[in-house]
């Protein structure tokens, strides 16, 4: 039977994240978004991921609370590949390291102020 758990975007718009488990246990991520708003949602993407490798993860749009988790997944080495449309990845591709830069300055400050 398979299973579908809700990672994000539970009580709040932001940080789609959902895990669908299939019967045969492939693992596949639906959005990887990060969460944004309220610093408490937003420390929320510097949690440990805990749910191990995916087989896959698929984008249904490239707005950033969909996408914006995906550089760290790979970063990590836990996903095999992502699947979109063309215009998702089109879209993807520019905002993406626009949101890496983005979390690489936040990561910064953190460090300078001993959060992290």
């Known amino acids: 039977m398979a299973s579908l758990t ?15 488990t299939t019967a045969s246990g492939n693992r596949v991520l639906i ?21 191990g490798k995916l087989d896959a993860v698929v984008l249904t749009h ?21 699947l979109c449309t063309e215009g998702t990845r089109d879209l993807a591709w520019l905002l993406l390291p626009d949101s890496g830069h ?4 936040e990561a910064r400050y953190a460090n300078r102020r001993g959060n992290s």
């Not at 959005?31 to 309220?38: E, I, M, N, V």
């Not at 420390?43 to 440990?48: E, F, K, Q, S, V």
């Not at 983005?102 to 300055?105: D, Y």
Request: hydrophobic share 40%; charged share 20%; glycine share 10%.
């Open 6 to 20: 809700f990672l994000g975007a539970a009580q709040t718009v932001t940080g789609s994240r959902h895990l669908l």
């Open 31 to 51: 959005d990887a978004g990060l969460f944004q708003g309220r610093k408490e949602l937003r420390l929320r993407n510097w949690a440990p991921w805990t749910s």
């Open 62 to 82: 490239a707005h950033i609370d969909h996408t914006g988790f995906l550089p760290r997944l790979c970063a990590q080495g836990l996903v095999r590949r992502a």
């Open 102 to 105: 983005l979390q690489e300055e």
